[in-house]
Each structure stands twice: as structure tokens, then as C-alpha cells.
């Protein structure tokens, strides 16, 4: 089969370990099924893998990706979870301390076929196409939870999102719209900014600055770039959910900020099943859809990695397969 892989891994040159050639077809063990994918689409995580962060060599080759959706063994339309659990794990499962990522220590998306355990198949809903399909399970996956279950702020509220252009903080901006939140956003770059503001966002500010007011809650994916103003920007006893830390991991806090005001920190990492069948029936229902930013065929993979490193892109970089 066809697939984008990881054959070496490079901290500093990411893209120098990527290939974009043969495998095996996947073997599934038993309770196991195979997915022959229609499109994937790229995360951040790629790039961390392809650098060693996740990903360790004595794995390698590694097909990537964690973001697919096909047509599983028996012809449902079907999207991947890309969590998988330990088999006697109950509960949320991004809570299992055993758990994985696709292309984590199981072959990724990134490819003609994709074996992952049954249960970890959603049927696709028709209203959605398979490129936007194929956007849920991770970026959009992790601000749902992030929004709805971490936050704990209701409609109404004002939330603020860290680096608009970004995968995670694109759907942010479009879920939070769609459930009735006040948006805000920063970015470096006033292209994303207004970009942003097409997309729904209420004001688009540039990184950094001071707000007219303070935010309910912050969605955090940048890092150390942006934490200090993530904490500076929190009304009393207001909340920020992490979940990546592009930007650098090492951040430093104010900790008489976080008591004196009572802030909240929150961790948040993928999401569950059962929050991406919610995802998938919100985008039914409301009609928001992924922000997909460029659409190629996986034969092009390196292109839009290229894309994705570049930090040009807003929104999803999509890779397609022929039915
Ligand atoms: N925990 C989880 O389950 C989970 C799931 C998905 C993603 N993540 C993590 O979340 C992060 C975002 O992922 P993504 O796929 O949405 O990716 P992304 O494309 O990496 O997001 C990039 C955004 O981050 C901002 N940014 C990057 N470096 C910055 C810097 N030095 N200063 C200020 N802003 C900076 C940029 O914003 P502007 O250019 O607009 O300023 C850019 O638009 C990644 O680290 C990823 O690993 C975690």
C-alpha cells in the first residue's frame, strides 16, 4: 500500500525522516479490523513524531497520521478514533494510562489502509463529506472536549484562543461560534487574524496585547509563547485548558496570579468516542464544518507537511485516496 511514513527521526529537520512510499498492507490481530482510508488529514503531531517527541526509533518505519476516514471491512462509511485503549480499560479512555495514538505505537492513517480495533470505528454521518470527515478525530476532536468538557464555561461566556491559525485553534473558533460563545482570538499575523474573523470569531487580536477585558476562559495550544498573557488575560476564578504547547513547553506562571485570582489550569489530551459521536452530530446539526486549508493527493504528502511546518497554513491539510 501507499503511505507517508516516518524512516528516521530528526529533531531539528523534521521533514528529512519523511517518506512517501510502499508498506506492508496491515495485518489486523483479532478484534482488529481494517479501514481502506478515502481521506486523512495532517496534525501537528505528525511533525512532533517525525522529530522524536512520542515516537521512538526502535518503532521506525512508522506509518503517520491520526486524523482518517474510509470504508471498513463490511462497507460502512466509517471515521477512525484515533485513541486506542488498552483492551481491558473501561471508562475514558484518554484517561488510560496505557493508551495510544495512531502512529504512535500502531501504524497511522496516513496510507491506502489503516487497522485499528473495532471499536474504535464511527459511523461517518452522509451530511458530512470524507475530506471534513477526516479533519475530526484529533484537532477538532481535542477542542471539543477542551470547549465543552474541560472548560466548564457555558454560552454566553468570552473565550479567548491563542494562535488562530492553527488546526486545534481554527476549530475553537468555530465550535465555540456555533454553541453561542463570545470568540476571541490573537495571532502574529494579521492575515490569520482577519481570517479568523471570516470564520467567526467576534475580535481578532494581535498576540500579546492587552484586552478590552478580561475572558472567561483561555484555549491554550501555543505554550510558552503565549502563557503569561493567557494568565493575564482570566477574569477572577477563570479557566485555562491547555493541550499543546507549539510555541515551547517550558512556561513560566506567576503562581500569587493563579491563588490570589483562583485560576483554574486544565489539562486536556484528545478526547473520547463518545465526544467524537457528539462532534460529528453538532456538525450535523448546527452545519459548522472543519476549515479545511489545502486538499491534496497522498502521493503529495510532502507538499503539505511542508505547509504544515511552514506554519502557513489555516486550517486542515487534507490528503486523499481514489475510491
Ligand atoms: N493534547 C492533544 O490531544 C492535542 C491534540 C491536537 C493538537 N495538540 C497540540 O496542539 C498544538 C497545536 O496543534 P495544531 O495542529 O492546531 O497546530 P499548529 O498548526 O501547530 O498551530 C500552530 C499555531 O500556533 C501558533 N504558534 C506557533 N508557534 C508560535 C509562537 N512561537 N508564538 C506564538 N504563536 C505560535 C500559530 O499561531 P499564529 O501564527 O496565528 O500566531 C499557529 O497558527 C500542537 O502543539 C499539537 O501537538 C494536542
Not at 525522516?17 to 482510508?37: I, K, S, Y
Not at 475514558?92 to 500502531?106: A, C, N
Not at 489503516?114 to 474504535?120: E, I, K, L, S, W
Not at 505554550?223 to 517550558?250: D, I, K, M, Y
Amino acid at each position: 500500500m501507499l503511505a507517508a511514513y516516518a524512516d528516521k527521526l530528526d529533531a531539528d529537520d523534521p521533514l528529512a525522516g519523511l517518506v512517501v512510499g510502499e508498506r506492508p498492507d496491515p495485518q489486523p490481530p483479532q478484534g482488529w479490523t481494517t479501514v481502506r482510508l478515502r481521506a486523512s488529514a495532517l496534525n501537528h503531531h505528525d511533525l512532533w513524531s517525525l522529530r522524536g517527541v512520542g515516537l521512538t526509533a526502535d518503532k521506525l518505519p512508522m506509518v503517520l497520521g491520526c486524523d482518517g476516514a474510509g470504508v471498513d471491512e463490511e462497507g460502512n462509511e466509517v471515521v477512525v478514533h484515533a485513541v486506542v485503549s488498552t483492551d481491558d480499560h473501561r471508562g475514558d479512555e484518554t484517561l488510560d494510562p496505557g493508551r495510544s495514538l495512531l502512529s504512535e505505537r500502531y501504524d497511522g492513517t496516513l496510507a491506502d489502509l489503516v487497522a485499528v480495533p473495532r471499536r474504535n470505528l464511527v459511523l461517518k454521518p452522509a451530511e458530512l463529506s470524507w475530506e471534513e470527515a477526516a479533519c475530526l478525530p484529533t484537532a477538532w476532536l481535542t477542542a471539543y472536549r477542551m470547549l465543552f468538557t474541560q472548560s466548564g464555561v457555558q454560552p454566553g461566556s468570552t473565550v479567548l484562543v491563542q494562535g488562530a491559525g492553527g488546526g486545534v485553534a481554527t476549530a475553537l473558533v468555530a465550535l465555540g461560534r456555533a454553541a453561542g460563545y463570545r470568540v476571541w482570538v490573537t495571532s502574529r499575523d494579521e492575515a490569520k487574524r482577519a481570517r479568523a474573523l471570516e470564520l467567526g470569531a467576534d475580535a481578532a487580536f494581535e498576540s500579546g496585547v492587552r484586552l478590552p477585558e478580561r475572558v472567561d476562559a483561555v484555549m491554550e495550544t501555543v505554550g510558552a509563547a503565549t502563557w503569561e498573557h493567557s494568565l493575564r488575560s482570566l477574569r477572577q476564578g477563570g479557566t485555562v485548558v491547555v493541550s499543546g504547547a507549539t510555541g515551547g513547553a517550558q512556561a513560566v506562571s506567576d503562581l500569587r496570579r493563579v491563588f490570589f485570582l483562583q485560576l483554574r489550569v486544565v489539562g486536556s489530551t484528545m478526547g473520547t468516542r463518545d465526544e467524537l459521536e457528539r462532534l460529528m452530530r453538532m456538525c450535523v446539526q448546527t452545519g459548522v464544518r472543519p476549515v479545511v486549508d489545502t486538499t491534496l493527493p497522498l502521493e503529495e504528502a510532502r507538499t503539505g507537511f511542508e505547509r504544515l511546518s511552514g506554519g502557513e497554513a489555516f486550517g486542515k491539510v487534507v490528503l486523499t485516496r481514489p475510491a
